[in-house]
């Protein structure tokens, strides 16, 4: 599924980086500018993060289709949408926000509804969400649009701080991406001082997911990026922790829908190196 559809041609899209890190934790982002009309539909992957997508097109919006759910323009897209699309057409631009889910919790408060759908930006932050994409659509230069981005998300972060993930949460949450997802939930709750029930019941309910499917998901995100250095799938699936191959190509039907050779030259990871790359470690052998 994901050769479907037209693939965008990178060489006709700008993309723009903040020129240092961004000075909020667990947030990264990059901007992309379509140079060339074109007719564009693409599979998009999962990724252990909430992305947030502010359509700065100002006329034919981006839209996106997961699990028979359309929407158009800004969204904000949960840890493990399934099987997600977006398609555009004409000259368009994008600020793609990744929030790892400790960030996203913060700034878009705890809900279990991050943690696997597609969300309209108005539908969370109503009359706010259209003046955000309007000042980031006026501004003069990416540079600019990235300053106002951390503004805005500075903000959001100072207005729920009263509501914070719990420290416990925030720890398995670490641990589990420093692992590369080789976690043991058991292991973890024992490491936090709760039980398994617990802490199963507080990280679904803060990050919108449960601590065994945060695991899967970024195991998963580890490999993906590694079959796309060009790695071959039976070393990928030992490397990643995997049982065996079978094993890593049923997490890639689950996560991207399609095949690990498949994965390997999606369009939608192709260009992680340069749009992410503090968090595409990953080169080829």
């Not at 009263?162 to 589990?176: H, L």
């Amino acid at each position: 599924m994901v050769s479907t559809g037209a693939s965008p041609d990178w060489a006709s899209v700008e993309i723009a980086v903040p020129r240092s890190a961004v000075p909020l934790p667990g947030i990264s982002m990059a901007g992309f500018h379509q140079r060339v009309p074109a007719l564009v539909e693409i599979a998009m992957v999962a990724h252990p993060a909430v992305t947030l997508l502010v359509d700065l097109s100002g006329g034919e919006s981006l839209a996106y289709r997961a699990g028979g759910r359309r929407e158009r323009g800004s969204v904000v897209i949960g840890l493990a949408p399934g099987d997600l699309w977006t398609s555009g057409s004409g000259v368009g631009e994008c600020l793609q926000i990744r929030l790892e889910p400790v960030a996203a919790a913060a700034v878009f408060g705890a809900s279990t509804e991050l943690g696997g759908t597609v969300v309209a930006l108005d539908n969370l932050w109503g009359r706010d969400a259209g003046q955000v994409e309007e000042r980031l659509r006026a501004a003069a230069s990416w540079d600019e649009r990235f300053r106002l981005a951390v503004e805005f998300l500075g903000r959001r972060l100072d207005l729920n701080a009263r509501r914070p993930v719990d420290p416990e949460v925030v720890q398995v949450w670490r641990r589990t991406l420093a692992s590369r997802g080789r976690v043991r939930v058991e292991g973890l709750a024992d490491e936090v001082g709760w039980s398994r029930k617990r802490l199963w019941s507080r990280f679904r309910s803060q990050l919108g997911i449960t601590p065994k499917h945060a695991a899967r998901l970024v195991r998963f995100d580890h490999a993906a990026h590694l079959l796309v250095a060009g790695h071959a799938a039976a070393s990928v699936a030992a490397e990643s922790g995997y049982v065996d191959q079978s094993h890593l190509h049923r997490d890639v039907r689950a996560y991207a829908g399609s095949t690990p050779s498949a994965l390997a030259v999606a369009p939608w990871l192709a260009i992680d190196d340069v749009a992410w790359p503090a968090s595409s470690p990953v080169r080829s052998p």
